[in-house]
């Protein structure tokens, strides 16, 4: 095999993980939500393994050019400000309307931070594909006030401030030229060092009282898989393969966790639902096509 073959096999078996590892992020947030750590359990869960492990590293390579209160902004966007509202809106929307809105509509914020804090220039193909996406989280908002369901709409309102604080952190580490690594070691550094104390101490928390099985489980898989996944894979999929076809990618996973959603949760989603998550896909799609030169940041 080449080794042109060869990276090509590589970047398609991390687009795989990847699509596989984000799925699982909505579907193990959704049935976290019912048993019994809270959001901020989760969060502190998510960063404690990487925070202890990138600290010497980042005391040895330092914040690359960037203030302490600019590591610490990525930080809470990318940490806190992400993870809490993610898991927090599990607790009342269902997976296929995390899933889309998290993973789908960052578009619909990273476009105006962009223009208003890095001055990018709105095209006519960016404004299709926020206008589909705008559709599309329209079409979910409807579903979630029709539904029946007590607050459904309050969960689609918190994973929209989680996709808007993400979409804040993007654009920041893009602004300030913080490469993927740097990011990954600021964000969990600074986020077990700050966020973690505040929560033991002023913060609902059932880590106590969860069964260690339920503790083991989501600590190694958003402690150090779906971390480390992202941190690492997302990044050697693009060197691979292209931002273009990677970042299509990342429109899977809302039919993914749409469709496993209904099978292994039984959350039954309506023709609006549908046609919601049709036209985020659709939406980010055209982006993913239209800016193939870029390296989006990465989820997780």
Same mark, same amino acid.
């Given at each position: 095999m080449s080794v042109s073959s060869r990276e090509r096999a590589i970047g398609w078996i991390w687009i795989v993980a990847m699509v596989i590892i984000w799925t699982s992020f909505h579907l193990s947030g959704r049935l976290g939500a019912q048993l019994t750590l809270t959001?901020?359990?989760?969060? *502190? @869960?998510? +960063?404690?393994?990487?925070?202890? $492990?990138f600290l010497p590293w980042l005391i040895k390579h330092g914040l690359g050019g960037?203030?302490?209160?600019?590591?610490?902004?990525?930080?809470?966007?990318?940490?806190p400000g992400f993870s809490v509202f993610a898991f927090g809106g599990y607790h009342f929307a269902p997976a296929a309307h995390?899933?889309?809105i998290l993973a789908g509509a960052l578009p619909l914020f990273t476009t105006p931070f962009a223009w208003w804090l890095a001055g990018e220039r709105i095209s006519t193909a960016r404004t299709i594909s926020? *206008? @589909?996406? +705008?559709?599309?989280?329209?079409? $979910?908002?409807i579903d979630a006030t029709s539904s029946g369901k007590p607050n459904e709409w309050v969960g689609d309102l918190l994973f929209f401030v989680g996709a808007a604080s993400w979409s804040l952190f993007a654009v920041l580490a893009r602004k300030w030229n913080v490469a993927p690594l740097?990011?990954?070691?600021?964000?969990?550094?600074?986020?077990?060092?700050?966020?973690?104390?505040?929560?033991?101490?002023?913060?609902?928390?059932?880590l106590l009282?969860?069964?260690?099985q339920e503790l083991t489980a989501?600590?190694? +898989?958003?402690?150090?898989?779906m971390f480390a996944g992202s941190t690492i894979g997302y990044p050697r999929a693009v060197a691979a393969l292209g931002a273009s076809t990677t970042a299509t990618a990342v429109a899977l996973v809302p039919a993914g966790v749409?469709?496993?959603?209904?099978?292994?949760?039984?959350?039954?989603?309506?023709?609006?639902?549908?046609?919601?998550?049709?036209l985020v896909i659709a939406g980010t799609l055209a982006s993913a096509l239209k800016f193939r030169n870029r390296t989006p940041a990465v989820q997780g």
């Open positions: 959001p901020y359990d989760l969060t *502190t @869960l998510r +960063f404690c393994a990487a925070g202890t $492990l960037i203030s302490f209160g600019q590591a610490f902004l990525l930080a809470m966007t990318a940490g995390g899933a889309t926020v *206008t @589909l996406i +705008f559709a599309g989280v329209m079409f $979910l908002l740097r990011s990954a070691a600021i964000v969990a550094t600074f986020t077990f060092a700050t966020f973690t104390p505040v929560h033991l101490l002023f913060l609902p928390s059932a009282e969860a069964p260690w989501q600590w190694l +898989f958003q402690g150090v898989i749409t469709l496993l959603a209904w099978l292994w949760l039984g959350e039954v989603v309506g023709a609006i639902a549908i046609g919601g998550v049709a």
